[in-house]
């Protein structure tokens, strides 16, 4: 089981990003974003279920969407109105049963 993400940059704030993570090897019924900014531990940024169900952490709803193309078995982390507080590295993340699947994680750098 493979999770690789990308779309990962430097952003002045404000503007937008798209995060890819292309999942190979199985196919999860829930995926999620995971977040880890330096000194801090990593969170929980959005969920979303195959049937198209999200959710979101309070600090990123209304400017962040997720979304699935199950024919491709990937998912995406649209961010807009980025921030310099959502500079971290991001994790695609899938659990398989028992087993956590994470991705290799992608920087993402929003200057002020």
């Known amino acids: 089981v493979q999770l690789v993400e990308s779309g990962g940059g430097l952003v002045q704030a404000g503007g937008s990003l798209r995060l890819s993570c292309a999942v190979s090897?199985?196919?999860?019924?829930?995926n999620d974003w995971y977040r880890q900014a330096p000194g801090k531990q990593r969170g929980l940024v959005a969920v979303i279920t195959s049937g198209g169900s999200t959710n979101y952490a309070d600090s990123v709803k209304g400017r962040f969407t997720v979304s699935r193309d199950n024919a491709k078995n990937t998912v995406y982390l649209q961010m807009n109105s980025l921030k310099p507080e959502d500079t971290a590295v991001y994790y695609c993340?899938?659990?398989?049963?028992?087993?956590?699947?994470w991705g290799q994680g992608t920087q993402v750098t929003v200057s002020s």
């Open positions: 993340h899938g659990k398989g049963g028992l087993v956590d699947y």
């Open positions: 090897g199985s196919i999860f019924s829930i």
